[in-house]
């Protein structure tokens, strides 16, 4: 899995790599410059430490030398933002509602038709297709960033930040809340899935798969056990909007925002013990199930994909 | 040079022959208090020592909760520290490092040095000096102590809200980090006031601007930044502590607040202070670079002219700090502009010292080691410091580790080293005893090698991923190797911090009389034979190395042969000169030991840490108390003039001034410049918030009525009548002081009006600062405003009453001008205060 | 060196301060333009400021080599060399002025 600056896979992420590698060079070259300047004024000869040794030196080295470099510089960087804005004046292909709460995310995929899909702590993207990320958050500022594809861009509550994505190839990324935000901000990643258009848009549109005969008494208790007051599940008796959707979970890669692989005794776990897992979210920790209702419960969950 | 000056020149060295008792005199009036008493005393030599010793213990006590972090973070999902002490402890670690060990420490240094380096006595306000740094010490103890009772803050260093609000931290950890922070910011603007006056009007008799030491050049500009910068943060810290206490909206968005709002004034304050704290070691380089190599400073005046332009260009970066918040693309552009502006001072400075090593030659002693690492890692810190300027690199960067390491370069690299550099320089002129060389190369050693393998990995674990502020991380992401380095390198620079302190055990013996001298052959004058009186007599100066330029001049002045060689009025005193050419303008005597100021520490931190747990009562008596020891401690400052002395070389000088020429005058020119700069943050507040939020003012938000501001402006303009007229009372040929008492008090009572007219105008046209964001403003101006309007009535009160019994007239009007100087302030202010919650709503913008 | 006064200490001091101005009319004329005006009229603005603001500091920089500070080698060299840093940052500032278009995000 990628989480760096250097593997790029979208076309902002390369162009900032490719700043990123001209930056070290340049800044090795004169670090190395300034170092043998240094030790040529302790240790050199004579003739060597004499031509160092005048205000003229200081002159050229300290502020003709990185006036030129830095000119040069901030064109570039003025040139790469202005690629950046550029790119914004066509009309995104797709728009997906990103917005960061404690300690997780909700995700809304909004279909052109204005359907909208609720998601969260996963984000699929289809490949080739510019999106743009519509970021908010109702409680405290975050930060989203997927460095595969891009730089990062605050969620800053009472404003709208919009992000453009684009994303090369297929494969799996992961990003990660990159603004303090309290608690278990350590805690508060999430995957990012990029498929092919066509798959994209048939998992965006696709049925959630849960509900199979093993998993009925799961989804009783889950649905009688007030579980849907802060979660929702389409298609179940649930619908609370407090916590992450659930439709899907089964199908994420991990649970608790990226926290744990996603699996039957994971889920049990968190259902459990969540706070010892990821101290301080805001789900309660719901000890008094026997254990084989909580393993019932999971099941259900693992079913939803 | 003046012929003047000349004259007097050639009259010096006195070859007579001193009055025998003239020493034991002058080491009578500045004798140390003896024992546990030492607490009461005021002079910069005792209270410098005492400053370093409480700015070290901060860096090691913050050294150590940084070791805790790296063997939280050594492997991954380690379980050594839970999230919340962990979140305490990165808040704590940030804090403690900027606001107790860096600021504090380069002030100390500055305590501690500048009068013997400007051949002054002591600093002008000795008692100022001790107050803020008693404030510090206990203020900041504490503070610390809260981590040891789980009340410490965990919203970070920079407490950005909403997340540091009372919704989202309801404990009193941010409280504690708002008040005790705020107060220890205002002990350090009372030590830059200090600074600032102590190095324009006490140098050394010759010694002009251009012939002024880099350090105290940087320490010039240090203070003066200090009085501009703080200011924002000690208006944001009040704010968000109005809001958390009585729900005053500034930063609530919901409510017509913005969020964003902190990030400016926090980092209008934030990125001057790496700066603020960079400066003063890149002073002590240039002092120790030229003895070192034996040779003067090439490029003097390129380094006073990339110092003066980094004091501007770093107030241009605040914006550097928020990339990532989506504000517009220009803006960003702009910044990003501004911050490759700063860099290049800093490579005037770098290139200065290679020049200087290149003209002498470098002996390698363990300050040189330290100075050469500081170079090492600097420069490479300076080099990221680009990157990370340039906009579309930090929106990958910002908040990783990369920037954890690029700070860390600089300031460790910027400032603890120049720092350690110092303390084995400047050892043999404070101790009996040097340094050991030996073990101070070992702790470099450490330090330097360990300082690379804890740092620079941090680069790489930053560009793969790792964001700044986590507990703990997952396996599998590359993240293992780079942390494991860190956290192995920080027991190395801990190793080395161990060695100077084991050094500092074995050869440290502070004296204030006896120091081992001037052992590295430097040539400015702190290395002249030093008591607590600091040299026996203060020299006049033709050149920036005057140890250098004549050899004789050490024995001369420590055989009394120059300028003020004993006690003139048989009190402490100091030559005043003037702040370009520094001619001698008159002597100022000095306060002794006490106990009032210490006492005053103690109450006001006692008052501010007491809000902090909501004791209000028992916060409200010391906070009077506080009050009553300032003004026991001010009562005898004042002292009346005792004619014309001879300090030597053919020149008598007055002892009293008043006006432009008193020291005390620019004291209160420099609070009054403190009080402009935080209400211009406010102003800038309040505009900025329009910007956003437009939407919350009048006419939805209740406009106060006409009446309101015609009766407060009438109340000013009375105010200002009688000032007027007070001023010239005292000053006429037959001064009647029941007029000028008369007339203040009526002055005082209409400034007092003028703002209870101001603030009941809104509140009757049915504002309530919890209304909104805008309202909460507009009701902050008032707040502000009594702020200035109760100092000026203290100390209106206590002219009066020294005027009453005698103490305080139309020649001796030092207390009375100074009282008259913050009532202007206090009616420009004001006006300007009506002009903008009452004129700008009504522009209909 | 000789004493030059208050006005004398602004002189000196006057590259920094032009920059200062300069910094200040452009960033605030920004928020203000892009919430109340227009953007045409901001980059407006902020050219004709960095023009304004280009010209001063060569022209006093000019003025006072030869003038007030003519006796004093400190007083002259460092006021020139600090015209000369704040000509440079207002021109870097202008640049992104004038490259970037105002009042639009990046994102």
């Known amino acids: 899995m990628n989480q760096s600056v250097l593997e790029p896979n979208g076309a902002e992420a390369e162009r900032i790599a490719d700043l990123a590698l001209m930056l070290f060079g340049g800044a090795a070259i004169i670090f190395f410059g300034v170092m043998a300047l240094a030790a040529a004024s302790v240790w050199g000869g004579v003739s060597v430490r004499r031509a160092i040794a005048s205000e003229r030196m200081i002159v050229a080295a300290g502020i003709a030398f990185p006036v030129i470099t830095l000119t040069a510089l901030l064109f570039y960087s003025l040139w790469l933002m202005r690629a950046n804005i550029q790119g914004n004046a066509t009309p995104p292909a797709g728009r997906i509602e990103v917005a960061a709460e404690q300690w997780w995310w909700r995700i809304t995929y909004v279909e052109p038709d204005g359907r909208r899909i609720s998601e969260a702590n996963e984000l699929r993207l289809p490949v080739g297709r510019e999106v743009e990320l519509v970021l908010t958050s109702p409680d405290v500022i975050h930060s989203l960033w997927i460095p595969a594809i891009g730089g990062k861009l605050d969620m800053i509550p009472g404003r709208t930040n919009r992000m453009r994505v684009s994303i090369d190839g297929p494969g799996i990324y992961r990003g990660q809340c990159a603004e303090y935000c309290g608690g278990p901000h350590a805690l508060m990643a999430f995957d990012v899935i990029a498929l092919e258009a066509t798959e994209f848009d048939a998992w965006v549109r696709g049925d959630v798969a849960g509900g199979s005969t093993e998993t009925v008494r799961g989804r009783g208790i889950f649905e009688e056990s007030g579980c849907g007051s802060c979660h929702a599940v389409r298609g179940a008796n649930a619908s609370g909007l407090v916590g992450p959707d659930l439709s899907r979970v089964g199908g994420r890669r991990t649970i608790a925002a990226g926290t744990l692989p996603t699996s039957r005794e994971n889920l049990t776990r968190f259902i459990v013990d969540g706070q010892s897992i990821k101290p301080g979210n805001l789900m309660p920790p719901f000890g008094l199930f026997a254990a084989e209702d909580v393993d019932a419960i999971s099941a259900y969950l693992m079913s939803l994909q | 040079m003046t012929s003047t000056a000349e004259r007097e020149t050639a009259e010096l060295p006195n070859p007579l022959p001193r009055p025998r008792d003239e020493l034991r005199r002058l080491q009578a009036v500045w004798a140390i208090p003896e024992g546990w008493r030492i607490l009461s005393a005021v002079n910069n030599s005792v209270i410098g020592y005492f400053y370093i010793g409480a700015a070290f213990l901060f860096f090691v006590l913050a050294g150590v909760l940084a070791l805790l972090m790296r063997v939280q973070l050594a492997v991954p999902g380690n379980l050594f520290l839970d999230q919340e002490s962990y979140n305490q402890i990165f808040t704590m670690h940030g804090t403690v490092m900027m606001f107790l060990f860096a600021v504090p420490a380069v002030e100390a240094m500055g305590v501690l040095l500048l009068p013997q380096m400007l051949g002054a006595r002591d600093l002008p306000f000795p008692r100022l000096g001790a107050f803020a740094f008693w404030a510090y010490l206990v203020g900041g103890l504490v503070f610390f102590s809260t981590l040891f009772f789980d009340m410490a803050p965990s919203g970070g260093w920079f407490m950005y809200p909403p997340l540091t609000g009372s919704r989202f931290s309801p404990g009193t950890g941010a409280d504690f980090w708002l008040l005790g922070i705020g107060f220890i910011e205002i002990s350090a603007i009372a030590g830059a006031i200090e600074i600032i006056v102590g190095v324009l009007r006490t140098r050394a008799p010759g010694m002009s601007l251009d012939k002024m030491p880099i350090f105290a050049w940087t320490m010039l500009i240090f203070a003066v930044m200090i009085v501009f910068a703080f200011p924002a943060v000690i208006l944001a810290t009040m704010m968000l502590e109005l809001e958390r206490a009585f729900d005053w909206p500034f930063f609530i968005p919901d409510r017509g607040g913005d969020a964003l709002l902190w990030q400016h004034l926090f980092w209008f304050f934030g990125h001057p202070e790496v700066y603020i704290i960079f400066l003063p070691a890149a002073g002590m380089v240039s002092m120790i670079v030229p003895t070192m190599a034996a040779t003067p400073l090439v490029g003097y005046r390129l380094i006073v002219v990339a110092l003066i332009a980094t004091g501007f260009f770093s107030f241009g970066l605040w914006v550097h700090h928020m990339f990532t918040t989506g504000i517009p693309a220009m803006s960003l552009g702009f910044f990003s502009a501004a911050s490759m502006a700063v860099s290049v001072p800093s490579g005037i400075q770098v290139f200065s010292w290679i020049a200087t090593m290149a003209a002498g030659r470098l002996r390698i002693t363990a300050a040189s080691l330290f100075v050469l690492g500081f170079l090492f890692i600097f420069t490479l810190g300076g080099l990221t410091g680009v990157m990370v300027a340039m906009v579309p690199f930090d929106w990958q960067a910002h908040d990783t580790y990369f920037v954890v390491a690029h700070f860390h370069y600089v300031l460790v690299g910027g400032m603890v080293f120049p720092l350690f550099a110092a303390f084995y320089y400047w050892a043999p002129a404070f101790s009996r005893r040097a340094l050991s060389e030996r073990l101070g190369k070992i702790a470099f050693v450490l330090m330097f090698v360990g300082f690379n393998i804890a740092f620079f990995p941090m680069h790489i674990a930053g560009l793969i991923g790792m964001p700044r502020r986590v507990y703990t991380y997952p396996a599998g992401l590359g993240w293992e190797t780079p942390n494991l380095a860190s956290t192995i390198g920080a027991f190395m620079i801990a190793a080395g911090v161990l060695v100077f302190l084991l050094d500092l055990i074995r050869h440290l013996r502070p004296t204030v009389g006896a120091s081992a001298g001037n052992v590295w052959n430097a040539g400015t004058l702190e290395w002249l034979e030093n008591d607590v009186h600091a040299a026996r007599s203060v020299p006049f100066v033709e050149s920036r190395d005057p140890l250098w330029e004549d050899a004789r001049l050490s024995a001369d002045v420590h055989k009394g042969r120059y300028y003020l060689p004993g006690t003139v009025t048989g009190r402490r005193e100091t030559i005043v000169t003037s702040a370009i050419l520094a001619e001698p303008q008159y002597v100022v005597r000095l306060t002794g030991p006490g106990w009032a100021h210490l006492l005053a520490a103690i109450f006001t931190a006692a008052f501010f840490l007491l809000l902090t747990v909501k004791l209000v009562t028992a916060a409200i008596i010391c906070g009077a108390v506080a009050i009553a020891c300032v003004v026991a401690w001010a009562w005898d400052t004042d002292s009346p003039s005792a004619g014309d002395v001879d300090i030597g070389g053919g020149i008598r000088l007055p002892t009293y001034a008043v006006g432009a020429a008193s020291h005390s005058w620019w004291a209160m020119i420099i609070l009054m410049a403190v009080a402009g700069a935080l209400y211009l943050s406010y102003v800038f507040s309040y505009l900025y918030l329009w910007t956003v939020r437009p939407q919350d003012w009048p006419p939805i938000a209740p406009l106060a009525s006409h009446a309101g501001w015609i009766a407060s402006a009438a109340l000013l303009c009375i105010s200002a009548a009688a000032l007027w007229a007070s001023g010239r009372s005292i000053r006429a040929a037959v001064p009647r002081l029941w007029l000028t008492v008369g007339l203040t008090v009526v002055g005082l009572l209409t400034l007092l009006l003028g703002l209870g007219a101001d603030v009941a105008s809104h509140w009757l046209a049915g504002l309530r600062p919890q209304h909104s964001g805008y309202a909460a403003l507009v009701f902050t101006a008032g707040f502000l405003q009594a702020e200035i309007v109760a100092a000026v009535c203290i100390m209106g009160i206590f002219a009066c009453v020294r005027i009453l019994v005698g103490l305080t007239d139309g020649r001796r009007s030092v207390v009375f001008d100074n009282m008259v100087l913050l009532w202007g302030y206090g009616l420009g202010q004001g006006a300007l205060g009506l002009l903008l919650t009452h004129g700008f709503p009504r522009l209909g913008m | ?107």
């Open chain 3, 1 to 107: 060196m000789r004493s030059v006064g208050t006005l004398g200490i602004g002189l000196w001091l006057a590259g920094p301060i032009i920059w200062a101005t300069h910094f200040i009319i452009v960033y605030a004329s920004e928020s203000v333009a892009c919430t109340r005006l227009d953007a045409d009229s901001h980059s407006l603005i902020a050219g004709i400021a960095t023009i304004i603001a280009l010209a001063s500091i060569a022209f006093i920089a000019v003025r006072s080599r030869a003038g007030r500070f003519r006796d004093t080698a400190f007083l002259r060299t460092t006021a020139l060399t600090m015209n000369l840093l704040a000509f440079l940052a207002v021109t870097w500032a202008g640049i992104a002025a004038v490259l970037l278009p105002s009042c639009t995000g990046v994102g």
